[in-house]
């Protein structure tokens, strides 16, 4: 948990908000709205993770396909049930434990003709994802008649503005997501009885409203959570930080529903800040949204939803419920959508423009769960629910008015994009009816013309991140267009086979969110929610160039479904695996796991004999990687790689992403004991405390490093661990610990060989003082480090990037390695990856030289 510092900064319109200084008189003091505001989910985990590696390998193994658009209403099937599963973490507080869900959702289908259910993929826990559809029926005629309006909504906009059809008869998409944290239920239970009530509704409003518009409620985001009563699915991931990288199957589910529904509309429902919080957000605001659109109607659907929820009569005396409140109205800063990772500023991107995190007030997880009577608990969920209920028919009546204007405004934000036309800044003026409109609110860029990813010989360090990069837009719904043969733009030659991402498309705010810069806002507000940089153009280890201006007419393009594959293997002789990309990564574990001998090149390079080609093959179709010809003989064996691991849930992911054999371990593990013969190296970044240990832990791990087995740390908690056992003789210095962003590096080792220039840094860390045999493997840029995000000095002067510039970020010994950077950050930094896997492999064969 963690909290953010806001202000009240618009005081002609909160008075009423007076209120909130009162302390709570009911019996279990209720959580009053908190001064400042609470968030939970620090984006620093300092828990070894212990996730199964099965959850990993369905996660990584699980494709999600689109929806059926061509098919009528009702969808109708009958879904087996679950086992019972009484320690299920929902039926304390009274509500419905997933288990349950299936039949639930049987019954209602029986209801009539207006409720459907698909299944739109499994969570890593294996769990089923439920999607409802609740409109009035179609005939298939009739639904693919819609999802061709839809089409034409987003591919020819201008088109779509003048159909008589479409104002007539499309029906308004609207997506009600639930549960996304696991230990945040109501949503599902308001949903489930919001369903019940419109599949049995007779009154005219009702049938109206479902014959112009078409509800999507995403069940339980997250089954796993929900059942465990965790924030986070089976692989410790949040699931509302992972929407840029998408590692994980819930994401991918969510993210195929934005694109193949469009919705205009959606809210997600979260839990909890007392009183209830309803967006849009402080500042910054996202650079790449078309603002306007998205302020006007998001703001007017809150305040809907302040009157439906504040007119439920709680009160804070009676109930302990205080009255709902609107970040934008109500705060300066602390509760922003800068980044799209999350839900509602995720789909913004997709069309929808009014999106809403809505979290409901009355605490029922972590501590609360444990602690209070059962009573008091499913006093508080039912109010929850309650809430919940009001915020979403609050959005029906909301949509129903104003169905027309939403689907006008989502089309004109598809018809900006396509032609590039420039953003509207929004004013009292261009946002009229949204009081306190400022200069902090005005956040806009400019778009280049277009992206190239280029092709050809030395234009990119790994073709496969380029093709993995392609494919990840592909899957955002970025259009990208390949060259069919060499041409020139913005002053520059490409080969043929070179990708292009032309920015006058409907979806250009995704596709320059994902992979421009971004920007430096260090001087903007005091402090974010969450990350401040992410760029996949930086971090994914591809060459991405940005072409400012030009023409694309005549450049040979044509639009791809996918990367073209860049599996090979030569045909002849030895071969070579470079080791740039995870992927790469992954087929050397594969390849030293089926006993073929591996060895290690001068450049860090795998040498793979003639006599494995055919494993080689596979590993090349699996992976889609390159194995090319050499004659080169390597410089000592490679064996596989088995690592003890005190990490993040982000980190064990992308290490089990690179097909290592981890263990976690931590504090815990160790005090109980622990077979250290089953490991070559140590990997600590969090939840591993030398000084908790037990005498007889601490000796074995001691004996462990002191036999010459590898050691590499990350962050704060590797420091401390190296300078205990007296590893590296450097001295760590720790910046800002909310810092965060894409930064500039200088690399200089062979554990950075082939790296990106670029890294992503969350408290960062640095050294000095570096003594004897000790390397600097990477350097923070001298100037200013920083690219994008936010990283400002203590208030001491100290912890800022002038400090860090030009100290080492990454440093390297005989036995251990040091980071300073977030190689491994849930999972997202993909060029960044190799680092630690070209550190894990170095260290693993420390000790066997």
């Known amino acids: 948990m963690r909290t953010t510092r806001t202000v009240l900064a618009r005081p002609a319109l909160i008075a009423t908000l007076a209120l909130t200084a009162s302390f709570l008189l009911t019996p279990y003091a209720a959580d009053a709205r908190p001064e400042p505001p609470v968030r939970e989910g620090s984006p620093l985990d300092h828990h070894a993770a212990r996730t199964p590696a099965s959850a990993a390998q369905r996660a990584l193994a699980t494709e999600t396909p689109a929806l059926d658009a061509g098919r009528g209403y009702p969808r109708r099937q009958t879904l087996s049930p679950d086992p019972e599963n009484p320690a299920d973490k929902s039926i304390k507080l009274g509500l419905t434990p997933y288990h349950a869900i299936a039949p639930k959702l049987n019954a209602l289908q029986r209801l009539g003709d207006r409720v459907s259910v698909e299944i739109t993929g499994r969570s890593a826990g294996g769990h089923r994802l439920y999607l409802v559809t609740v409109t009035a029926p179609e005939s298939d005629r009739a639904a ?20 008589p059809e479409i104002k007539a008869s499309y029906k308004a998409p609207v997506f009600f997501n639930n549960n996304i944290h696991g230990n945040e239920w109501e949503g599902t239970d308001a949903s489930l009885a919001l369903i019940e009530q419109l599949a049995t509704a007779k009154d005219s409003k009702t049938e109206d409203l479902l014959d112009r518009t078409r509800l999507y409620f995403n069940i339980t985001a997250n ?22 990288t998408a590692s994980q199957p819930e994401v991918r589910a969510m993210r195929q529903i934005e694109i193949d529904k469009q919705p205009a509309v959606m809210l997600d429902l979260h839990g909890y800040v007392n009183g209830t919080l309803i967006e849009p957000t402080t500042p910054p605001h996202g650079e790449n949204y078309e603002y306007d659109l998205f302020l006007k109607n998001t703001y007017a659907n809150a305040l809907g939803m302040e009157a439906a929820v504040n007119g439920l009569g709680y009160t804070p005396s009676k109930d302990g419920v205080e009255p709902a409140q609107i970040p934008f109205r109500d705060q300066q800063e602390g509760w922003d959508d800068w980044p799209p990772i999350f839900t509602p500023q995720y789909a913004a991107f997709h069309g929808t423009v009014a999106a809403h995190t809505v979290e409901i007030p009355m605490t029922v997880n972590n501590d609360a769960y444990d602690t209070l009577p059962v009573a008091e608990l499913r006093r508080r969920s039912a109010i929850n629910v309650d809430v919940a209920g009001a915020a979403l028919r609050s959005t029906l009546d909301f949509v129903h008015t104003h169905r027309t204007s939403l689907i006008a405004d989502q089309i004109e934000e598809f018809r900006r994009g396509a032609a590039g036309a420039k953003q509207v800044p929004v004013s009292s003026e261009t946002v009229p009816g949204v009081p306190g409109i ?14 190239v990813i280029p092709a050809g010989a030395g234009s990119q360090r790994s073709a496969t991140a380029a093709a993995h990069l392609v494919d990840h837009l592909i899957a955002n719904d970025v259009r990208v267009d390949r060259a069919s043969s060499a041409f020139r733009l913005g002053g520059r030659s490409y080969a043929k086979g070179s990708y292009v991402v032309d920015l006058h498309q409907p979806k250009r705010g995704l596709a320059n969110v994902l992979l421009a810069d971004g920007r430096d806002i260090s001087d903007k507000v005091s402090v974010m929610y969450d990350i401040s940089g992410w760029s ?20 040979p393009l044509h639009p791809v479904p996918a990367a073209t594959p860049v599996g090979y293997v030569a045909p002849h002789g030895t071969l070579r695996l470079r080791l740039d990309d995870p992927q790469e990564f992954g087929a050397l574990n594969s390849l030293l796991q089926q006993g073929v001998p591996v060895r ?31 004659k080169t003989t390597g410089t000592g064996a490679l064996h596989r790689v088995r690592v003890a691991a005190a990490v993040t849930p982000g980190e064990l992911f992308a290490l089990r992403e690179m097909n290592f054999e981890v263990t976690p371990v931590s504090t815990e593990i160790l005090n109980a004991g622990f077979d250290w013969s089953t490991a070559d190296v140590l990997f600590v970044s969090a939840g591993l405390d030398r000084d908790d240990l037990t005498e007889a832990a ?17 962050g704060a908690t590797g420091a401390a661990l190296n300078s205990a056992a007296g590893l590296l003789a450097v001295k760590p210095v720790e910046g800002n610990g909310d810092a965060n962003g894409v930064v500039r590096v200088v690399n200089s080792g062979p554990v950075t060989a082939g790296a990106p220039d670029y890294g992503f840094v969350y408290a960062p860390v640095w050294f000095t003082d570096v003594g004897p045999g000790v390397r600097v493997e990477q350097s923070y840029a001298t100037g200013s480090p920083l690219v994008s995000g936010h990283w400002r000095p203590l208030d001491d002067g100290s912890g800022g990037p002038a400090a860090a510039a030009g100290r080492a970020s990454v440093v390297s010994g005989p036995h251990a390695v040091l980071f300073g950077t977030e190689p491994l950050f849930r999972d997202h930094p993909k060029g960044e990856l190799p680092q630690v896997g070209r550190a894990l492999i170095t260290m693993a064969h420390a000790s066997s030289g």
């Open 600 to 630: 290690r090149s001068a450049d860090g390079s795998a040498i793979v004999p003639s006599s494995a080609r055919d494993l080689a093959a596979t590993a090349a179709k699996t992976y889609d990687v390159a194995f090319d010809a050499t």
């Open 536 to 555: 996949l153009g930086r971090l994914w280890g591809a060459t991405v160039r940005a072409v400012p201006g030009g023409n694309l007419t005549g450049v």
């Open 223 to 244: 089954p796993d959570g929900r059942i465990a009563g965790t924030r986070a699915n089976a692989n410790g991931f949040d699931l509302n930080r992972d929407f840029v």
């Open 144 to 163: 693919r008649a819609q999802e061709r309006m839809r089409e034409l909504i987003e591919n020819a906009p201008a088109t779509a503005a003048k159909s």
């Open 698 to 714: 601490r000796g074995a791990l001691d004996a462990f490093l002191a036999a010459g087995h590898g050691f590499v740390g990350r």
């Open 438 to 451: 400022g200069p902090e609110d005005v956040y806009t860029t400019a778009f280049p013309r277009a992206y």
